[in-house]
């Protein structure tokens, strides 16, 4: 029970079904304050006033704000990632063109619809390290990327190993969305970043 409760960042597990309720409606009007406003305006009295729970009942389960916040983003998490896993596998043996044109536009809806707790994450980087080895997706998607280069060998270049190139592709892509979204004003628009990116990862194939 220990080591869930940690992952978890509960103080202690709800045991009753009501306590199980409770929690979850901290949990959901912390979550969607943190998409429509930003962890800047989240505080416990916020939280207190939108559910009607009281702050002591709130710090019953959790220590800190940032326990709130960290609970809220594991539980979008949880429901958000199997659909991009899905998304991935459906998408890995795709034509080269194809399968970049596609990830990059997933990768923009996803970093758009998550901005604000990206930010947060960027900000707290321990947290978005815990975030990143529960949720395996940069294994997964290396892996991914990986075979799909493997099935496509010769419209990449030779000189580059598979492995690399899905590297690139991956930490290049997902390095410069990051930054377009974590600055208050970027010197390029949205469309350009996504046409941008799609002609950056061209340049890793043969023609």
Not at 111 to 116: F, H, R, Y
Not at 170 to 176: E, P, Q, R
Request: glycine share 4%.
């Amino acid at each position: 029970m220990a080591s869930e409760n940690r992952s978890s960042r509960l103080r202690k597990a709800p045991q009753q079904q009501r306590s199980r309720e409770l929690v979850a409606k901290i949990v959901t009007a912390t979550g969607q304050l943190l998409r429509t406003e930003g962890p800047e305006a989240i505080t416990t009295n916020r939280i207190a006033a939108i559910t009607g729970i009281g702050k002591g009942s709130i710090y019953q389960y959790f220590s800190t704000k940032d326990d709130i916040i960290m609970a809220a983003i594991r539980d979008a998490a949880d429901r958000q990632l199997p659909c991009v896993r899905s998304a991935l596998a459906a998408n890995a043996l795709a034509p080269p063109q194809q399968m970049m044109d596609s990830a990059i536009d997933m990768l923009i809806a996803f970093t758009t619809d998550n901005a604000p707790t990206l930010r947060y994450l960027n900000e707290n980087p321990g947290f978005a390290r815990e975030v990143e080895a529960s949720s395996n997706m940069p294994v997964l998607m290396q892996t991914m990327m990986t075979l799909h280069v493997q099935q496509y060998r010769d419209q990449y270049h030779a000189d580059l190993e598979a492995e690399t190139i899905a590297w690139l592709f991956i930490n290049s892509a997902i390095t410069t969305t990051l930054m377009f979204f974590q600055t208050d004003r970027s010197p390029i628009d949205l469309q350009q970043l996504r046409v941008g990116l799609k002609r950056m990862a061209y340049g890793l194939l043969t023609s």
